[in-house]
């Protein structure tokens, strides 16, 4: 098993034809993932990759039996193609684009009430379950199958922390990287309940950053109902107050949302606490030894 995408996952990209899209497609099929078309309104009918192409979310859902999209659109049209997708009931959809309006996350919010679409980002490199499915911009070659569940709101952190796993012979079972907005789809607690529930994750690692209470919320979530080890890690620790640092969501608005009340509170919740990003990888080793996993 993984969580939410797998190698039975039939992904369509939209933008397909796209610069970034044909690159992150190729990579994404080279590495296993099962893209079965894609979506440029104007050039339905076509074929691009050996594909086929089509106008609307609708048609490739119809044609395909798509039921995953990553969507490569710019962040002013990026909700319409979500829309899109929500309303042809493609059942995980992945943003890449950065500078997404906030309001217009908050009125899809508010629109999927009732609907099971499951939304990575916006903000986001993306989700891997290494060597099944890739959807995103993640750089499939450093992750390696294996049973470490890794949930981040940080691309570059993620990818720091499935190397250091990677070079102690630690696999992952799936990477999500939840994106760094203020308000975006799937959120940390979220992602802790698949991986709880996932029999092929033994450990999880959750990374954090400065501003909003997802992690200390999440941290909250796993003391009372994880039975797996959860690694906790905050960027930010330096970070000054009020300056938005990197990600739309990085910024300390109070106490609680600075990098050290967080790491304090998942401490004190009983995560282990990883306080230098260097010792992340180490640390999932010990944490498996300890729950006897490894």
């Known amino acids: 098993m993984s969580v939410f995408v797998d190698e039975t996952s039939r992904v369509i990209i939209q933008g397909f034809t ?11 099929m080279a ?10 309104p104007g050039k339905g009918g076509t074929t691009h990759l050996g594909l ?18 990553g969507i490569f659109a ?48 916006p903000n986001s490199p993306g989700i891997i379950t290494p060597g099944r499915c890739k959807v995103g911009i993640m750089p499939a070659h450093i992750y390696s199958p294996g049973r470490i569940g890794v949930v981040s709101r940080s691309g570059t952190l993620n990818y720091e922390a499935v190397s250091q796993m990677s070079r ?32 092929e994750t033994d450990a999880v690692v959750m990374i954090g950053e400065i ?10 979530w796993a003391a009372e109902h994880m039975t797996k080890p959860v690694v906790g890690f905050v960027a930010g620790v330096s970070a000054p107050r009020g300056r938005r640092m990197g990600h739309a969501g990085a910024v300390i608005a109070g106490d609680s949302d ?15 606490v990883v306080r ?15 729950a006897g996993a490894l």
Not at 185 to 195: C, K
Request: with cysteine.
């Open 74 to 121: 710019p962040p002013q049209v990026a909700v319409d193609a979500l829309l899109e997708a929500i309303e042809a009931g493609v059942e995980v959809a992945v943003i890449i684009a950065d500078g997404v309006p906030v309001h217009d996350m908050v009125k899809t919010k508010r629109y999927l009430t009732g609907r099971s679409t499951t939304i990575i980002g």
């Open 31 to 40: 590495h296993g993932t099962n893209v079965v078309g894609g979506v440029t």
């Open 52 to 69: 086929p192409v089509f106008d609307s979310v609708e048609e490739a859902v119809a044609a395909t039996g798509a039921n995953v999209t």
């Open 18 to 28: 796209g610069q970034h899209a044909t690159f992150h497609a190729q990579d994404a």
């Open 168 to 199: 102690l012979g630690l696999g992952q079972s799936t990477c999500v990287g939840i994106g760094g907005d203020p308000v975006n789809g799937v959120d940390f607690r979220a992602v802790l309940e698949a991986f709880e529930e996932d029999p």
């Open 276 to 290: 230098n990003p260097a010792e992340i990888g180490v640390t999932v080793a010990r944490a498996l030894k300890r």
């Open 258 to 272: 600075t990098a050290q009340a967080k790491l304090d509170a998942m401490e004190e919740l009983g995560l282990l």
């Open 211 to 220: 501003g909003g209470p997802q992690e200390v919320e999440a941290a909250r």
